[in-house]
T-cell receptor
Framework: KAGVTQTPRYLIKTRGQQVTLSCSPISGHRSVSWYQQTPGQGLQFLFEYFSETQRNKGNFPGRFSGRQFSNSRSEMNVSTLELGDSALYLC?????????????FGPGTRLTVL | AQSVTQPDIHITVSEGASLELRCNYSYGATPYLFWYVQSPGQGLQLLLKYFSGDTLVQGIKGFEAEFKRSQSSFNLRKPSVHWSDAAEYFCAVLNGQGGKLIFGQGTELSVKP
């Protein structure tokens, strides 16, 4: 069974631009969560999607948004990029929504904002 | 608020030596606990998890962890470390509101030959 895939693996953007990251979950998984990883703040939860609906959201500004499609694939969008948005963005999928189930992580997208 | 503390930022052990990585959590109810490992430039791989039942949990790659409710701890152990175990290790608790893992700051493990 293929694992979680994320595209692209690397991105370089400049301040003020926007970016879209993509995540394809493991086949049959319907929950997708996104995390931001930085050296200073560590791993922080962004949001979770299940059945095309956002079920949970972390403490990030409205510039961070996401969506999930009917095939469970998810996208994350960051608008008006800031230098502090440089991070590794990790996507995780699980079968059930809301926990009680392990999350499988993708390799991440490394975003650099110049 | 729920939180996870990994007191050791960096640990160095000799190959073949035993390893214990510490994790303390703060959570009101029975926690769902996890240990993940991350190699440079990679995502997170689940080593083991505790949901309920036996407090000694076996994982992959020869790792085990023991849940101690009285100490709010979930320490990760391995009897004999291999050079390939060098990586960063994260302890996490699942937030009861669903889907949200709360991670510790991580412990970077270096292995001396």
């Amino acid at each position: 069974k293929a694992g979680v895939t994320q595209t692209p693996r690397y991105l370089i953007k400049t301040r003020g631009q926007q970016v879209t990251l993509s995540c394809s979950p493991i086949s049959g998984h319907r929950s997708v969560s996104w995390y931001q990883q930085t050296p200073g703040q560590g791993l922080q939860f962004l949001f979770e999607y299940f059945s095309e609906t956002q079920r949970n959201k972390g403490n990030f500004p409205g510039r961070f948004s996401g969506r999930q499609f009917s095939n469970s694939r998810s996208e994350m969008n960051v608008s008006t990029l800031e230098l502090g948005d440089s991070a590794l963005y990790l996507c995780a999928s699980s079968f059930r929504q809301g926990g009680g189930d392990e999350q499988f992580f993708g390799p991440g997208t490394r975003l650099t904002v110049l | 608020a729920q939180s996870v503390t990994q007191p050791d930022i960096h640990i160095t052990v000799s190959e073949g030596a035993s390893l214990e990585l510490r994790c303390n959590y703060s959570y009101g109810a029975t926690p769902y606990l996890f240990w993940y490992v991350q190699s440079p430039g990679q995502g997170l791989q689940l080593l083991l998890k505790y949901f309920s039942g036996d407090t000694l949990v076996q994982g992959i790659k020869g790792f085990e962890a023991e849940f101690k409710r009285s100490q709010s701890s979930f320490n990760l152990r391995k009897p004999s470390v291999h050079w390939s175990d060098a990586a960063e290790y994260f302890c996490a608790v699942l937030n009861g509101q669903g889907g949200k893992l709360i991670f510790g700051q991580g412990t970077e493990l270096s292995v001396k030959p």
